[in-house]
């Protein structure tokens, strides 16, 4: 048991997350500022999606193993619920999976 409590106390803490905002995006990386410039730091995503964030955009960063990265953008309020997906532009096209198997896409179900 005291193994269990020296190895728990001694390697779990808590993550370093900061809540900033996106001064730019390109190639893969955000420049935020946040309580420090975090500049040209990887944007992390789920396989097989990439996204640019957009200028003004609240947004999360952490330290994952001595680097910064930026874990994504803050959600903007919605009407889905629970279970279903929006992917959205900052220009207004959107793709919403909906629980009852629609499909909307830019608001027309197919």
């Not at 809540?19 to 935020?32: A, D, L, N, P």
């Not at 900052?90 to 608001?107: E, F, M, P, R, T």
Request: hydrophobic share 40%.
């Amino acid at each position: 048991m005291w193994i269990l409590n020296y190895v728990t106390k001694n390697s779990v803490g808590e993550l370093p997350a900061e809540k900033g905002q996106v001064k730019s995006s390109s190639e893969g990386k955000v420049h935020i500022n946040a309580s420090s410039d975090f500049a040209a730091i990887p944007i992390v995503a789920p396989y097989g999606i990439s996204w640019a964030a957009p200028s003004g955009e609240g947004s999360v960063v952490i330290n994952a193993g001595g680097s910064d990265v930026c874990l994504g953008t803050i959600a903007k309020e919605n009407d889905l619920s629970p279970g279903e997906l929006m992917l959205s532009s900052s220009g207004g096209a959107s793709i919403v999976l909906k629980n009852d198997g629609g499909v909307y896409i830019n608001g027309v179900r197919y």
